[in-house]
């Protein structure tokens, strides 16, 4: 239970981490790459370590992934300062639909009805955020849709 408490407070301290920094750092990239060295600091460079049968497709999907995580990033820090940090943070998290209608189309998963319910509910959500006409907040809702695919598909 304590790992799932300190998941969420550190996915949460991400984007209020990033919306911090926005006024106080030049180079939001730097940002970044201060959250990757945190991390390759974290796991240690023998984690990252790819080797016997396979090592190959489990280092190329490990760079797709990788490449997919970081532009999510650069996004995130797009939608934090155009759309603020609560809306950008709802479409990062809802990317989770992604990868659960990938499994549905493609590997024949058969979700249950409350499954089916939020996931209806989720897309309606998407479709009201960007209907709203006068809503003033949200200035790149282009990037959130990017977003939410980016995000999920990592």
């Known amino acids: 239970m304590i790992y799932l408490l300190l998941a969420i407070v550190s996915s949460s301290l991400v984007s209020i981490m990033m919306r911090l920094s926005e006024g106080r750092v030049k180079n939001n990239l730097s940002v970044l790459a201060v959250n990757y060295a945190v991390c390759i600091l974290y796991t240690g460079l023998r984690g990252m370590a790819v080797q016997g049968e396979g090592a190959g ?18 996004l995130m820090q797009m939608n934090v300062r155009k759309n603020g940090v609560v809306l950008s943070t709802v479409f990062m998290k809802l990317g989770v639909m992604v990868p659960a209608a990938t499994a549905i189309l493609f590997f024949g998963e058969r979700p249950a009805a409350v499954q089916v319910c939020g996931f209806v509910i989720a897309l309606g959500a998407i479709v009201l955020i960007h209907l709203e006409k006068d809503q003033t907040d949200v200035t790149f809702k282009g990037g959130l849709i990017l977003l939410l695919i980016m995000g999920g598909s990592g």
């Open 57 to 74: 497709v489990a280092a190329g999907l490990g760079a797709a992934n990788g490449f997919l995580y970081l532009t999510a990033f650069i």
